[in-house]
């Protein structure tokens, strides 16, 4: 200790661990210069499998309620998403969550528009 200070000790490094730190303060320098986050591909991921588990609870509750019930469990998928994931997956989540119901229970069925023309 000087005058009251205490001093981290750093250790030294040399050969292998000197580069292993070098890269490791390049790639944090190198995100702090962009601005920008690395994608979470793990969310994506999530928001996939979060609009096929309530496209599933429709496809069970179809037959036995209208159809404004069954886009408040796709709602309730995104929210669960953006609640967990964030705001990118919660908009994959929603825009897939329009696209399956619209394709798996919107008349007519298994056709992407709502109407003919």
């Known amino acids: ?3 009251g200070y205490s001093f981290p000790v750093q250790p030294v490094l040399y050969g292998k661990e000197l580069d292993k730190e ?3 303060v390049a790639i944090l320098v190198s995100q702090a210069d962009s601005g920008r986050q690395p994608v979470r591909w793990m969310a994506f991921l999530f928001a996939l499998l979060m609009v096929a588990t309530c496209t599933s609870v429709d496809w069970l509750l179809y037959s ?3 159809l404004a019930n ?5 709602l309730l998928g995104v929210l669960i998403t953006a609640y967990l994931q964030g705001m990118g997956a919660s908009i994959m989540a929603s825009v897939l969550s ?3 119901f619209d ?3 919107v008349p007519p069925r298994f056709t992407l528009p709502a109407f003919n023309l």
Request: hydrophobic share 55%; charged share 20%; proline share 0%.
């Open 1 to 3: 200790m000087i005058w």
């Open 22 to 24: 070098r890269k490791k």
């Open 64 to 66: 036995h309620t209208d």
């Open 70 to 74: 069954l886009v408040m469990v796709y």
């Open 98 to 100: 329009v696209f399956s």
């Open 103 to 105: 394709y798996f229970f």
